[in-house]
DNA sequence: CTGTTAGCGCATTCAC
DNA sequence: GTGAATGCGCTAACAG
């Protein structure tokens, strides 16, 4: 062409260098940058099948516990020379697989954070095309899996060992795997201990859910409160200030996620978290899937434990 | 082909179907489903030049300013059917310029957040695709600007009213527009109020920056701090708490962006945002350039105000 | 090492 | 209204 080589060499120079020789590759590269030219992607997509793109999906991209997950995927996708779609679904499973649908015909793998998609749906999914769940744990489909159990489990024996005989889980989504985890956590713990557990629901994990579940929880006469999220506690600390209840004097409290550090007052007592790691274990291993087109059975658990803050204290005498 | 029709019936089913007789499309389709055949995105994309997608490029997605401006573009992209790239480039303007190339490919238009390249590169960048910015003013170029001044200088104008005869502002990064407009801001009150202005560098808007960044306020004996945002505002609240320093009592501290809510303690005196309202706007404005193909040059400002919290407070007397 | 040929899946002329 | 032919820009298999 206007090198004096073919399209297969300048296509060979972008794509497969080394069965080049060093020559041609100088001077094909010289006249590219002087025409400005520059391999078409999509082109290359279309022939190869390959689009280097990935997706990632996730409930809320404004609820804190993502973005240093969805950072954090960017980041090892970036390193690997991969682009990545984001998906907010707004909690809503239909959003979420239209998402899918839309995005699935340009990546090449996707990634699942916290899926309100039903065990079906995702199933179907993974047989379609590669794909990594976060906080979801299906068989036979690689997953990383943030432990929240342990955390949990070691706050209600915190608050077993504050003396506390009894408390209230606040629960979140009804379709979330963490939901469901953090809420057995809390019964077996309660269980163990032999003290009581109430549950309460709560539709969305947000501030404003969490305030309005706080005349519910009065209502129980709990003294003890672990909350689905930071959140919703963040939410539930905002309510009962309203009500003049002190905290840890008249209820202690826990969260969950520690994304919002010690910025509460007080200082909420949560289980720490790790979604920036799971972020890039997730990425990294949806890399792999695709570098070898082997589609291992990975179970990644990231384990958490309970970080000591200010909102539990001693049971109050009744 | 399985229907009984060409290859072209079966494309202007799925993008032209006004032209095909109702009952074509209704067997097509029928057969289509029965296959599982999807149109290809890609061919389609090859063919007619025209992707569907756009990227959407912030400085650090874990900046709790973003994510809700992030989530408002996807609502409305998704609201026209187009997919978001997201690309997040750590506050790098190298890192942001290789974004803008590898996704360029694959992306009808682009929406640069606080963009750090220089306004060369972003002049030339708009020359060939449609582009829109947000905080970031460049003539001829659309753009939503959230205009923090206005707050900004309201914070200058209460500490005066509350007996503060000296501010410092602790910058954030010095390529950001928001940086300057707002320094600026407290420059111009503080002239209008005739009370002194200090400035103290800040290298990233972080909690930790905003920590570190505590002895030199000490050092400048100030007692009022308008800080570039929420994030270093914190990191400055939890600094002066480490020093026992009292606020607003010793020291009277304010945010911009309001992310954190009123979940500092003491509740943190911040500039309203609207990062949300700004994220809609940026892509509707894109939207409809894209199907108008029109660049107009369209400035949309939004305002800001001071919103009163708890860590301001009188002057102490010397 | 490099040129030639064919085809990725679709949209778009142009006929019928 | 519908079918046949051509090209989007690139990679891949096959020659040389």
Known sequence: ??????????????????????????????????????PNHTARALSTGRHRNIAVIVPDVANPFFPPLIAATQDEADR????????????????????????????????????????QQIAALAERRPLVLVNRDLANIPRVLIDSAKGTLESVEHLASLGHDSVVY?????????????????????????IKMKSVACQTPTFESGRQVVSQISASGARAVVAFDDLVAQGILAGLAENSI?????????????VLGAATYPALTTVSNCSEEAG????????EMLETNAFADVRYVLDTHLVFRDTTGPAPSP
């Open 246 to 258: 002190k905290v840890p004097r008249d209820i202690s409290v826990v969260g969950c996620d520690d």
């Open 280 to 287: 890039r274990v997730a990425c990294k291993l949806l890399m």
């Open 1 to 38: 062409m206007a090198a004096g080589v073919s399209r297969s060499t300048v296509s060979r120079v972008f794509s497969r260098p080394e069965s080049i020789s060093q020559d041609t590759i100088r001077r094909v590269k010289a006249i590219a940058e002087q025409i400005g030219y520059l």
């Open 80 to 119: 690997h020379d991969y682009c990545v779609f984001l998906g907010n679904s707004g909690e809503s499973a239909e959003r979420e697989e239209k998402l899918v649908n839309r995005l699935g015909g340009q990546v090449e793998g996707l990634i699942l954070v916290s899926s309100r998609m039903s065990d």
């Open 170 to 194: 606040v629960n979140g989504p009804g379709a979330s795997w963490s939901n469901r985890q953090r809420r057995n956590a809390v019964r077996r713990a309660a269980a163990a201990r032999k």
